[in-house]
């Protein structure tokens, strides 16, 4: 499948609705975003909504979305799922509501828990560096219809920015930084968003001092650290900001894999796992314990003790492997 069919959908459809997936972050809600205001600008007829009570502190200067609105409305609508590898993590349940479903995404392409792929019409493109990007290649590629104001090339340069780790993942292409160039000559106030997205509290510098004295380094390279609930609490932080502990643990060298095992609180005692590597690819892992995403940034979920040894230990292994077989890394 491709966007030229998603595209005429988009044509066809008077209500189209924007779903995401869940633990939101800077690319899916810039994403779906910056394609509502794409849509909206170039099609004002049409109505274009994005439903989601998912909220984040850290993405709450980029605005609100919709109010709800009753299921009815769902029922002869377009749902474009964007960002969202499988249907288990689509943030909006409701979505299945939808009378027809369009995938927009660049994780690695797997089957649902049930086996099955959740999109009536699908454009994935795995290489791509983040979802935004495709957004912007979307618009590109039906110029003469589809129109790029200031306010949605900022949502869209957001998640670029943020899902490719400021230009600088593997994923990042000559066309990713065509793209990017597009939007700033639309005029995106960088000077605002990197003080939005990159400045901290003083206070959250005392967290990042916890995790650097508390992480562990495995044999091979594995750096990792565990946040308890405990202290979570004890630093006041949301489980999005001790989530984010994760970044704090790249660039150390010799290091070619970080995990951060988040603690959630809920009634299973699920603990959430953040994977990154460079090199490395660490989605195969991910898999092994109920997550996926890409090669070198990927969720997952674990439960006790024994299975965070257990996924390091492995963690470790790859590492291990890839020293011993590859000459040029860092
Ligand atoms: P995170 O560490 O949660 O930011 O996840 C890193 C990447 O992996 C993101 O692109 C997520 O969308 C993706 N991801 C996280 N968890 C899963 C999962 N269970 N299945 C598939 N992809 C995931």
């Known amino acids: 499948m491709s966007k030229e069919v998603i595209f005429e959908k988009i044509k066809e459809y008077q209500r189209i609705m924007l779903f995401r997936h869940i633990r939101i972050d800077g690319d899916c809600v810039g994403a779906t975003k910056g394609f509502q205001e794409v849509l909206r600008t170039s099609f004002p007829e049409k109505e274009i909504l994005i439903i989601d009570d998912e909220k984040s502190d850290y993405l709450a200067f980029l605005g609100p979305d919709d109010a709800p609105v009753p299921d009815e409305m769902y029922k002869d609508a377009l749902g474009i799922v964007i960002d969202t590898a499988t249907k288990d993590r689509i943030s909006n349940p409701k979505y299945v509501l939808c009378k027809e479903i369009a995938k927009i995404d660049h994780h690695i392409e797997v089957p649902g828990k049930d086996g099955h792929f959740y999109a009536d019409h699908s454009w994935v493109e795995e290489e791509r560096s983040s979802a935004c990007e495709m957004i912007a290649a979307f618009c590109a590629s039906f110029p003469d219809e589809l129109k790029i104001n200031q306010r949605a090339a900022t949502f869209i340069y957001t998640g670029?920015?943020?899902?490719?780790?400021?230009?600088?993942?593997?994923?990042?292409?000559?066309?990713?930084?065509?793209?990017?160039?597009?939007?700033?000559?639309?005029?995106?106030?960088?000077?605002?968003?990197?003080?939005?997205?990159?400045?901290?509290?003083?206070?959250?510098?005392?967290?990042?001092?916890?995790?650097?004295?508390?992480?562990?380094?495995?044999?091979?390279?594995?750096?990792?650290?565990?946040?308890?609930?405990?202290?979570?609490?004890?630093?006041?932080?949301?489980?999005?900001?001790?989530?984010?502990?994760?970044?704090?643990?790249?660039?150390?060298?010799?290091?070619?894999?970080?995990?951060?095992?988040?603690?959630?609180?809920?009634?299973?005692?699920?603990?959430r796992v953040r994977l990154r590597s460079r090199f490395v690819h660490i989605n195969t892992l991910a898999e092994q314990y109920r997550g996926g995403g890409h090669a070198c940034a990927s969720g997952a979920t674990v439960y006790g003790e024994e299975e965070i040894r257990e996924l390091t230990a492995k963690a470790d292994e790859m590492v291990r492997k890839y020293k011993e077989t590859h000459e040029v890394w860092l």
């Not at 400021?166 to 106030?189: E, I, N």
């Not at 960088?190 to 509290?201: G, I, M, Q, S």
């Not at 508390?214 to 750096?223: L, P």
């Open 160 to 271: 670029m920015v943020t899902d490719s780790g400021r230009f600088q993942y593997p994923g990042v292409s000559g066309d990713t930084m065509r793209y990017a160039g597009m939007l700033l000559d639309v005029g995106v106030d960088t000077e605002w968003l990197y003080a939005n997205l990159y400045l901290k509290d003083f206070e959250s510098l005392k967290f990042k001092a916890y995790v650097y004295e508390h992480m562990i380094i495995s044999e091979s390279g594995v750096a990792s650290v565990y946040l308890s609930r405990e202290t979570q609490q004890s630093f006041g932080l949301t489980f999005e900001e001790a989530s984010s502990a994760i970044s704090y643990l790249d660039g150390i060298k010799g290091c070619l894999c970080w995990l951060a095992f988040i603690e959630t609180g809920d009634a299973q005692n699920s603990i």
